[in-house]
């Protein structure tokens, strides 16, 4: 069972438990602010975007420091980067991602989809902070490949989809409704 209580080194309000969040862009964050919305005032807050996004930070309504990463997969034009691609762009989101869990020292990471949570996920495995992953409402037949990376690696303590018909698919995969 995953319980959440502060951490004693946490920065943060140490009678709130803090909560590090990452966002994607787009529909990412929307989900996942409007979870952040759900649970209210009660948790600290940071945010985890993509170094490319303009939007999202200002979407925000729980305040918490923002924190920039470079996604190591990118869509552009249409076009995914390779699988070279990624392992070239891979240390370099590993460093920022310990820095900023280092920094941020939360007692749980939450995010979703884009691939700018595989190097949060195993910096926060590493680091034995608890992670949960919610797979995007879009996908209803199949996991993302982030989902799929995060599911079977075991990267996440608690894995939500938002489709019964994925639930079914994944075992080890909670049903949690949809977010949208």
Do not use: C, N
Request: charged letters at 20%.
């Amino acid at each position: 069972m995953l319980t959440l209580s502060p951490s004693p080194e946490s920065p943060s309000d140490p009678r709130r438990p803090h909560i590090l969040v990452v966002l994607g862009a787009g529909g990412h964050t929307k989900q996942m602010l409007r979870l952040v919305d759900l649970l209210g005032t009660d948790f600290t807050y940071s945010y985890v975007i993509p170094d490319y996004d303009q939007v999202s930070a200002g979407k925000i309504r729980i305040p918490g420091p923002v924190y920039r990463i470079k996604q190591p997969r990118e869509k552009k034009h249409g076009r995914t980067d390779g699988p070279l691609t990624v392992l070239a762009k891979m240390p370099f989101a590993l460093w920022t991602a310990w820095r900023i869990l280092r920094e941020t020292r939360p007692d749980l990471v939450l995010g979703a989809g884009p691939s700018l949570q595989i190097p949060i996920a195993l910096v926060a495995r590493a680091r034995g902070v608890p992670h949960i992953f919610i797979e995007t409402a879009s996908k209803i037949e199949f996991l993302s490949f982030t989902g799929r990376l995060v599911y079977h690696l075991r990267l996440a303590d608690r894995f939500y989809v938002q489709w019964e018909s994925l639930a079914a698919m994944y075992p080890r995969a909670r049903y949690a409704g949809r977010l949208l």
